[in-house]
């Protein structure tokens, strides 16, 4: 067959080739395009995500595996390129030594350097380090993390960090997460493991799920439950009843209320009653209320109960209507 009958797959770009202004390009088996005039590769990056498999058998294919890293959302390209890890040690196990050492950690940083291409990357990269960072020093399920990490990354593209700081928009990222997947934790408690404080994070929280459209419900107090209970050592009894109180006292009693006071003052109520007492000051230590908090919670309880709060063991008289 004649060179001039031969077909070539050509797409025509707008974009011209920089070594020699032509403007087609032909298309690469690994979705590259090359000029076909002088051979340049376009500088575009492609990422091939479909299912490309390798046999490693003579058989009909069924164990086929697929090659190539796996997507990861924690890094801030999805794990396309490679990394060079920290070392002490060279290929055969031995020491190296200083020189060798410091050549290995100049090499490291000339990597990092080369895979941040903007501005937006060398964000994601000290973002998703953050969030890694407290997501395990909190003992997250990686679902968790894996949602928090999809939160900040839209809020990224959407441009939504101009003006705050990246430890708050990470610690908001990640009790989103956390009231998504019902997994209770209070905004003391991811402050406590972020740079930034409660107040910061409870703010940028409201601004993300307004400007997301997150579809987060309301905390529920009896999540918060079995974790206080266990801070505090009360036992099973305590926490059984403390959601029995719950139960009976009903959402719509405690409307535009906190649920880490009322879950609080329920553990509190039931420890009277059941002699197995903490003090409002170790409660409200655990809850991360105030003491006042915890006083206020447990009298409205006590009279939705109709119980007397000098002495909650004792029922005051029915109230007339």
């Not at 395990?136 to 968790?144: D, E, G, I, L």
């Not at 959402?251 to 880490?260: L, Y």
Request: glycine letters at 8%; hydrophobic letters at 35%.
């Amino acid at each position: 067959m004649d060179k001039q009958d031969e077909t070539i797959d050509v797409r025509v770009n707008n974009d011209a080739c920089v070594e020699c202004g032509g403007k087609d390009f032909q298309e690469e088996t690994d979705g590259h395009f090359s000029c076909i005039d002088c051979g340049l590769v376009r500088d575009n990056t492609v990422f091939d995500y479909g299912p490309d498999w390798r046999k490693f058998n003579n058989g009909d294919g069924a164990e086929n595996e697929r090659h190539g890293p796996a997507k990861d959302i924690f890094q801030h390209d999805y794990g396309i390129t490679t990394e060079i890890a920290p070392t002490r040690t060279d290929g055969a196990g031995a020491t190296m030594t200083s020189t060798s050492n410091s050549r290995w950690n100049r090499l490291r940083r000339l990597d990092n350097k080369g895979r941040i291409r903007n501005a937006t990357e060398r964000n994601l990269v000290t973002a998703l380090s953050e969030l890694k960072r407290i997501a395990s020093s909190m003992h997250f399920p990686k679902p968790v993390a894996q949602d928090a990490a999809y939160i900040y990354r839209k809020a990224v593209e959407q441009k939504l960090i101009r003006g705050r700081s990246i430890e708050g928009v990470v610690a908001a990222s990640l009790y989103a997460a956390c009231r998504m997947h019902n997994n209770p934790r209070t905004l003391d408690d991811i402050g406590k493991h972020s740079r930034t404080g409660r107040k910061e994070i409870g703010r940028t929280y409201r601004f993300l799920r307004r400007q997301l459209g997150l579809t987060i419900g309301l905390a529920s107090p009896d999540e918060y439950i079995p974790r206080f209970c266990d801070q505090l050592q009360v036992g099973l009894k305590v926490q059984s009843q403390a959601q029995q109180i719950l139960e009976e006292v009903g959402a719509e009693a405690m409307v535009s209320r906190g649920p880490t006071g009322i879950a609080a003052a329920s553990i509190y109520l039931a420890g009277m009653l059941l002699d197995s007492t903490r003090t409002q000051r170790e409660v409200a230590a655990v809850a991360g209320v105030t003491e006042v908090t915890i006083r206020n919670r447990f009298k409205e309880l006590c009279d939705v109960l109709n119980l007397n709060p000098d002495n909650p063991k004792e029922a005051l008289p029915q109230k007339e209507d």
